[in-house]
């Protein structure tokens, strides 16, 4: 039963263009999301961060929105460069459960130059 | 400013043996988090410490265990090593509990290969 979803597995974008990075999540009492890029051999890094009581949240040319009512968020990174190239993951907690981190299976993008 | 480290960074074993892997946090950070992330697949979680507390656990086979010491670095330990316990084993650290609204920082992980 995966919970939350990255139904892309890749996506391919212009150098300068929008990149937009999708996530789905079925149990309703994720209350905190998080993106992570994660380049190979590497751990995965931290993005950025939304809770729920927000439903953007924007950091440079990264922004997060959430629709909790369609249960989505999106990734949005603007303008894409080549060093964006990379797997993006989608995380969600619940604070009222074991605290837990619960992942997507993760986005490739790549950005041509 | 030292990030998440982990060790060994890969490691190859033999089926039915016994693995440790070490974590230590950031400074400050009281919380360590363990992540096991096959190939095309996100990280699942393994374990939470906080405070040298057990403070949750994913659904893995009691094989798996881990701890946490007074400077707070953690320690996982997997038993009877099987195949399909070859992954990456990811350490994550944060301030408090994750799922508190607090990031986890990650480290470069473990790349654990079992034959």
């Known amino acids: 039963d995966q919970q939350v979803k990255q139904n892309s597995p890749s996506l391919s974008v212009q150098e300068g263009r929008i990149s937009i990075l999708n996530c789905d999540y079925t149990?309703?009492?994720?209350?905190?999301f998080l993106w992570y890029k994660k380049y190979p051999a590497e751990g995965p890094t931290f993005l950025i961060s939304?809770?729920?009581?927000?439903d953007k949240n924007e950091d440079g040319r990264f922004t997060v929105f959430l629709n909790k009512s369609a249960k989505h968020l999106s990734l949005h990174i603007v303008p894409s460069q080549p060093g964006d190239s990379a797997v993006y993951f989608c995380?969600?907690?619940?604070?009222?459960?074991?605290?837990?981190?619960?992942f997507g299976k993760g986005t490739l993008l790549t950005v041509n130059p | 400013d030292a990030g998440v480290t982990q060790s060994p960074t890969h490691l190859i074993k033999t089926r039915g043996q016994q693995v440790t892997l070490r974590c230590s946090p950031i400074?400050?950070?009281?919380?360590v988090s363990w992540y096991q992330q096959v190939l095309g697949q996100g990280p699942q979680f393994i374990f939470q410490?906080?405070?040298?507390?057990?403070?949750g656990r994913g659904n893995f086979p009691d094989r798996f265990s881990a701890r946490q010491f007074p400077n707070y670095s953690s320690e996982l330990n997997v038993n009877a090593l099987l195949l399909g316990d070859s992954a990456l084993y990811l350490c994550?650290?944060?301030?408090?509990?994750?799922?508190?609204?607090?990031?986890?920082?990650f480290g470069q992980g473990t790349r654990l290969t079992v034959v």
């Open positions: 410490y906080y405070e040298k507390e057990e403070r």
């Open positions: 939304i809770s729920s009581i927000k």
């Open positions: 995380a969600a907690s619940d604070s009222g459960s074991n605290y837990k981190l619960t």
């Open positions: 149990n309703s009492m994720f209350d905190y």
């Open positions: 994550a650290s944060s301030l408090a509990p994750t799922g508190t609204g607090t990031e986890a920082f």
């Open positions: 400074s400050g950070h009281k919380s």
